[in-house]
């Protein structure tokens, strides 16, 4: 069992929907990630939350809104995405931000489908 | 590309050997870690050797940093079924880079291990 739980292990959405994507931890992390992962291809880095706050947005569409509501939740809501989204999305936390030595922490993701 | 190179892509060998991957990186870090992804599931961290390091065992894996190269190995002796999956290094770059905050992935190798 990872110690980052993210909900839904699988979502399935049309291009005019909604959703949101839920990450949570209790190991005590302050920073959070946001990653997308494509079949065969390493993690993409998408967003860095550091103390709640957005720290790093790598350039990522407004289509993806991420949120950290608490220092144990994060959030990402879905609008109007396209179909070449899908993908698995990674929720990964870590004691601080880097540079510091400290490994991160993943769930095991969100298999997105978008149709 | 920021992110890094592994080598081989694809690795099959016998329960038993020893498994060789290899990772080259670009930029200056802080640390650089290993994590392994079984398929369908999250990032596994591994185990993380810091820049001023060279050498550094866990259990059977044993990895490797030659800073002036700048390239890691990863040696899984003994090798078991189970150590099927995805392996990937990452870099934590140095403080003051333009990829501070960021782990930078590698594009990893997939290792089959046959019973």
């Known amino acids: 069992d990872t110690e980052v739980t993210q909900t839904p292990k699988h979502l399935v959405m049309g291009m005019t929907n909604k959703k949101s994507l839920k990450c949570e931890q209790h190991?005590?992390?302050?920073?959070m990630y946001w990653y997308k992962q494509k079949a065969k291809k390493p993690p993409e880095l998408m967003f860095v939350y550091s103390y709640e706050k957005l720290s790093i947005n790598e350039s990522v569409p407004s289509r993806f809104s991420p949120e950290c509501p608490n220092s144990s939740l994060l959030n990402l809501h879905l609008h109007a995405l396209q179909p070449e989204d899908s993908a698995l999305y990674l929720c990964a936390s870590s004691q601080v931000v880097p540079p510091s030595n400290q490994p991160q922490h993943f769930g095991d993701g969100t298999r997105l489908s978008i149709l | 590309s920021q992110q890094g190179e592994e080598d081989p892509q694809a690795l099959s060998i016998q329960e038993g050997e020893n498994a060789t991957m290899n990772c080259s990186y670009k930029t200056s870090i802080n640390n650089l870690q290993w994590y392994r992804q079984n398929s369908g599931r999250g990032l596994v961290h591994l185990i993380l050797i810091r820049s001023n390091e060279r050498e550094k065992h866990s259990g059977r894996l044993r990895v490797t940093l030659d800073t002036s190269k700048k390239s890691s190995s990863l040696l899984i002796t003994a090798s078991r079924a189970a150590d099927t999956a995805s392996y990937f290094c990452a870099t934590g770059a140095a403080r003051g880079s333009s990829n501070t905050g960021k782990l930078i992935f590698g594009q990893g190798t997939t290792l089959q291990v046959k019973p």
């Open positions: 190991m005590g992390h302050r920073a």
